[in-house]
């Protein structure tokens, strides 16, 4: 999604069941990099801004080891879609899907994410 | 017993291991469905690993020798009769007759009856206190006289075995002799030379070895039993018990009396099938078998290969047995010997390189052809090239033969690219993939980058320390089959990271955004670059920060998104997402105040702490809101960054020096904390370690560092490009005797030459081995300054000195720069639940709960740290 112009009070949400949760202000997150966010049933969500300032939020548990650390990896894009590296084996995910791109059997879990 | 209609019968006599083996290929092939297997065993016990006879005398058991799963054994419905053996066979009626007096009819029979031990007929040899060493039975009959009756013994054969044996008596603490016909011992494997080596490492163990002479008699006493031994130099030598290892015989009894033909020397004459020349029912494998090629092959891999022919065979698929190399590496008595190929230089016009060291007890032999092929050779002392040699063996190797059998640090050691590692070298050892394998998925499997080869072969993809090698693997894979490669550093850039240096530095450019969208690949400009390209750049506008109007600050602006989690946090990620602290300690020396901060620091939170290899203490388990707070602390007490977290200069180890110690000749503390504050906070291709040593003893290890100092009487000598880690190289001497100021300024040149010229994640130690001209060609450019660079690189050093500031210092002092230290955007002082931690040996380690688990609940786990 393109964000309008950015202003202060401008703040992330995540789309949780039916509601939409606030996480923080848009300007917490710097573009090529993520934050963690702890959801209200203590799971924790990953989430990333772009160059162009879309956002993405996916699941921070890092499936491959079972660390929470996915919001600390390098994100970049490969063929036009976002990706982030795990920063403990270096797995990447596409941030739009989820799917780990490195093994076709790993999926993390992926979060509507909106500016309000 | 009659074989029932539907299934035919395979008897097979003997079960050992080839005979095991056997077993193992009939049930793979389906046979033991189609057939009835009956096995006729003559030990007591079923087929156990004979090569490892002699662990006996280890501790190990007959139950762990065994190689044989009783399970497999009725699974596959195969009648085992141990302790039963044929005494008969009627080939005419295809019928054989156990010793029970059981009667099995045949469609095939397979004889694997193995080899008895040779004894020559010397009076006497028989007598009470004669053994031979052969079976489970044999050693324990050995080991029973040994602890009752005798206090010395002979072995007589100094071969595998009769070494082996000979060991093993001294193991039971007798007085032990080997007494061996030919001039030198294991005649068979060895040369004169390699006799030689090995002969000063067995007496080196306290074995006394008789070679040149013969058994004549066995001596006895009044009670029949041995007391000595007659030989042929005319000698006596007292003893209480002799072992005969005097080489095996095939067993081929039972096949001469059923009238199949043997060799003149023994042996059952079998075809390439391994199906006896006079019997199309009948087959023979193992030691018992000579084969087509008129050997008997007495080692265990060709009698597996005969196994596998025999059972290919029966299942009507084609299979032959031609002959096996004999190449053999063993460990004898804890010395390796190894020899392969034509290891006597029988060949025609051959040629011999030969290293010898009999002080070391080394010995190493290459048989060279005329045209550089190497034929075959020995080794004794240190087999540790035997994979790669003989992978060679018949073709030339790639760099000079004598260059392949000298010591590492002699002369110049080959030092061989991974291309020209043979097929069968374990690249990725966490995985066991060969590079066989990685070539396999680039020709076979198509794959054409490192990703697709981690995929599909799994290499690399554990601790991920291969993967360097398994890209330059790839690309010469590549280009050898036609393929254009690729040398740009990723997706997003066509240059190497040397390439994009130069851009940056030539044009000034100070932003990530900027080289990408200017000089990144057509479809990469405007993105967001990669996990690749992202850092390498970060590096290269970090380390000319103060030359390109860089922010010298590695979290600034743009630059923050550019790093890796280590210096994004300025701390080192652990496997459970807590990080790691290691404050600088120069050249490891701390006075004891400081030791009882870092000591208070660790018990106030909590962390778990370990003395490094690079003379610092690491501090772990620390979550990232904790870090400033610990650094808060640590800066308080003057320390700074230890850059443990980035590609940088990491420590400059030293020893105590001239100043304590009584042979030291310069003051390796203070010239190790000279050179460590002088390049603290370099960022470059990879991590640099150093080291300084107070005199030649080289107590710091210098020589295993990216560039180490070592003293001397005129001063320094300083080397460069050594490594520890997967693969070891000694540095290279690169100056001697040099002044102070000449060693910084010589250091500046070659760190700031490396910076400029390495590849991502590239040591100084593979950096050399690539550049072309290597050594020489660095020596040139930073000490003789062929390339005229040499005051734009002391420039750019000397712009990095001014400008170096603590990272830590300048982060806590920032609220800004705070902000990024926190668990959650939303909750920025809870802690991470997933990182927990529980007790071991008097700290604690990281728990991690499984995926499919959850959480664990929080009153079960130990806190990390005390709530501050």
Known sequence: MTLAPETTDLKVQLALDDDWFTVCDLSMLLPGRGVAALLPDGRQAAIFRDRSGELFAIDNRDPFTGAAVLSRGLTGSHQGRPFVASPLLKQRFDLASGQCLDDEAVQVTVYKVRTA | ?868
């Open chain 2, 1 to 868: 017993m009659t074989a029932t209609g539907a299934n035919p019968t395979i008897v097979l006599v003997g079960h050992g291991m080839v005979g095991q083996r056997f077993l193992e290929a009939l049930a793979e092939r389906g046979l033991t469905a189609t057939h009835r297997v009956v096995v006729l065993c003559e030990e007591p016990r079923p087929a156990y690993d004979r090569v490892q006879l002699t662990s006996y005398f280890s501790g190990k058991t007959p139950e762990d020798l065994s190689m044989t799963d009783m399970e497999f054994i009725e699974d596959h419905g195969i009648e085992l009769y141990v302790g039963d053996p044929a005494v008969a066979v009627d080939r005419e009626a295809r019928r054989v007759t156990a010793r029970s007096g059981e009667v099995f009819d045949y469609d095939v029979l397979v004889l694997a009856t193995g080899s008895y031990p040779f004894v020559p007929p010397v009076p006497n040899k028989d007598a009470e206190g004669c053994f031979v060493y052969r079976t489970i039975e044999d050693l324990l009959a050995i080991e029973e006289y040994a602890k009752t009756r005798a206090s010395t013994g002979a072995v007589v054969g100094g071969g595998l075995l009769g070494l082996e044996a000979a060991g093993a008596l001294k193991g039971l603490g007798l007085d032990a002799h080997i007494v061996e016909f030919a001039p030198r011992l294991m005649p068979v494997q060895v040369d004169e030379g390699g006799g030689a080596a090995l002969l000063r490492t067995i007496e080196d163990m306290g074995l006394s070895v008789h070679t040149g002479v013969g058994t004549q008699e066995i001596v006895v006493g009044e009670d029949g039993a041995v007391t000595g031994m007659k030989l042929s130099d005319g000698s006596e030598l007292a003893t209480d018990m002799v072992v005969f290892s005097a080489g095996v015989r095939p067993r081929d009894q039972l096949a001469r009396d059923c009238g199949l033909t043997v060799g003149e020397r023994g042996g059952i004459t079998v075809d390439e099938q391994c199906r006896t020349v006079s019997d199309p029912h009948v087959f023979a494998i193992g030691e018992c078998a000579l084969a087509a090629d008129g050997r008997v092959y007495g080692l265990v891999a060709p009698g597996y290969e005969q196994a596998e022919t025999v059972a290919a065979t029966i299942a009507a698929d084609e299979a032959a047995f031609t002959g096996a190399d004999l190449s053999t590496k063993l460990k004898l008595l804890g010395v390796d010997v190894a020899s392969f190929g034509d290891a006597h230089g029988t060949a025609e016009d051959c040629l011999d390189v030969v290293y010898s060291d009999s002080r070391a007890g080394l010995y190493k032999k290459l048989v060279i052809g005329r045209d550089g092929t190497l034929l075959g050779g020995i080794l004794v002392g240190d087999a540790e090239a035997y994979g790669t040699l003989k992978a060679f063996t018949g073709s030339v190797p790639p760099v000079s033969p004598e260059s392949l059998v000298l010591p590492a640090g002699a002369g110049a050691p080959a030092q061989l690219g991974p291309t020209a590692l043979p097929d069968e070298a374990i690249i990725c050892s966490c995985n066991n993939v060969t590079k066989g394998t990685i070539r396999g998925a680039v020709t076979d499997h198509q794959c054409t980058t490192v990703p697709e080869v981690k995929k599909c072969t799994k290499a690399g993809t554990t601790c991920g320390s291969c993967v360097k090698v398994l890209g330059q693997l790839v690309n010469a894979e590549l280009e050898a089959s036609g393929v254009e490669v690729d040398k740009g550093l990723c997706g997003c850039f066509s240059q190497t990271r040397e390439e994009l240096y130069e851009i940056v530095l030539a044009l000034r450019i100070n932003t990530y955004q900027d080289l990408l969208d200017r000089y990144g690949r057509e479809e990469a400009r405007g993105g967001d670059g990669c996990e690749i390209c992202k850092p390498t750049v970060g590096s290269i506008i970090a380390s000319l920060a103060p030359t390109i109007g860089a922010s010298g600050y590695v979290l600034d602006g743009e630059q923050a998104a550019l790093q890796d989690t280590n210096d994004h946090f300025l701390a080192n990620l652990q496997k459970n997402g807590s990080y790691s602290v290691v404050p600088r300690i120069p050249g490891g020396e701390i006075a004891p105040e400081k030791l009882i901060v870092i000591g208070e620091i660790a018990r106030d939170f909590g962390l778990y702490t370990k003395i490094t290899g690079g003379q610092r203490i690491d501090m772990f388990g620390a979550r990232v809101e904790q870090l400033p707070l610990i650094w808060a602390r640590l800066v308080d007490a003057g320390f700074e960054s230890g850059h443990a977290y980035g590609k940088a200069l990491r420590t400059v180890k030293s020893c105590v020096g001239q100043t304590w110690c009584r042979y030291g000749v310069q003051d390796s503390v203070r010239m190790a904390i000279d050179l460590e504050l002088r390049y603290r906070g370099l960022r470059s291709p990879h991590k640099l370690k150093s080291a300084v040593s107070g005199c030649q003893r080289e107590c710091a290890e210098a020589q295993s560092k990216d560039f180490g100092v070592i003293a001397t009487a005129n001063g320094w000598n300083l080397y460069v490009g050594g490594n520890g880690g997967a693969t070891p190289r000694h540095a290279d001497l690169l100056a001697q005797d040099l002044s102070d100021a000449e060693l910084v300024r010589l250091i500046d040149r070659f760190l700031m030459f490396y910076i400029r010229t390495a590849d991502r994640l590239e040591r100084t130690s593979t950096w050399l081995e690539r550049i072309p001209g290597g050594l020489d060609h660095v020596r040139d450019v930073v000490v003789h300054d062929s390339l005229g660079i040499c005051d734009e690189l002391e420039k750019l050093m000397a712009d990095h000195v001014a400008h170096y500031r603590d990272e830590w210092s300048e982060t806590i002092n920032d609220p800004e720069k705070l902000a990024r230290f926190v668990s959650f955007v939303n909750a920025p002082d809870t802690p991470d639940p997933v990182v927990a931690f529980v007790p071991e040996r008097d700290q604690m380690k990281p728990d991690l709960p499984l995926l499919s688990i959850g959480m664990r609940p929080a009153e079960d786990v130990l806190e990390g740290s005390a709530q501050r």
